[in-house]
Nanobody, 123 residues
Framework: QVQLVESGGGLVQAGGSLRLSCAAS????????MGWFRQAPGKEHEFVAA????????TYADSVKGRFTISRDNAKKTVYLQMNSLKPEDTAVYYC????????????????WGQGTQVTVSS
């Protein structure tokens, strides 16, 4: 139903900032909770952040809490991930996904996924 395309990844120095965007197509974007996941080489998908359909509620992984902020603009059908104080361990491919509820943060809760965007943080 919904197609997702991430953008905004790249190479950044440790301590720097980056903003990822996820543009959605389809008529039902506002009906989905949205999440961000990341995958480092040789690792499983790791939950990063999620936001409710209305954008009023969010949840974060402990590893990024206080540094990352998830937001959405339903009029633009776009979800964002603002990443500050980046660390080398944040290096991964970042994926956005659409699901049923922001309260469940496992990948199985999400039905639609983007293609991913690479984020590399140098020392």
């Amino acid at each position: 139903q919904v197609q997702l395309v991430e953008s905004g990844g790249g190479l950044v120095q440790a301590g720097g900032s980056l903003r990822l965007s996820c543009a959605a197509s389809g008529r039902t974007f506002s009906l989905y909770a949205m999440g961000w996941f990341r995958q480092a080489p040789g690792k499983e998908h790791e939950f990063v952040a999620a936001i409710s359909q209305s954008g009023l509620s969010t949840t974060y992984a402990d590893s990024v809490k206080g540094r990352f902020t998830i937001s959405r603009d339903n009029a633009k059908k776009t979800v964002y991930l603002q990443m500050n104080s980046l660390k080398p361990e944040d290096t991964a491919v970042y994926y956005c996904a659409a699901g049923n509820t922001y309260r469940i943060v496992t990948p199985s809760n999400y039905d639609y996924w983007g293609q991913g965007t690479q984020v590399t943080v140098s020392s």
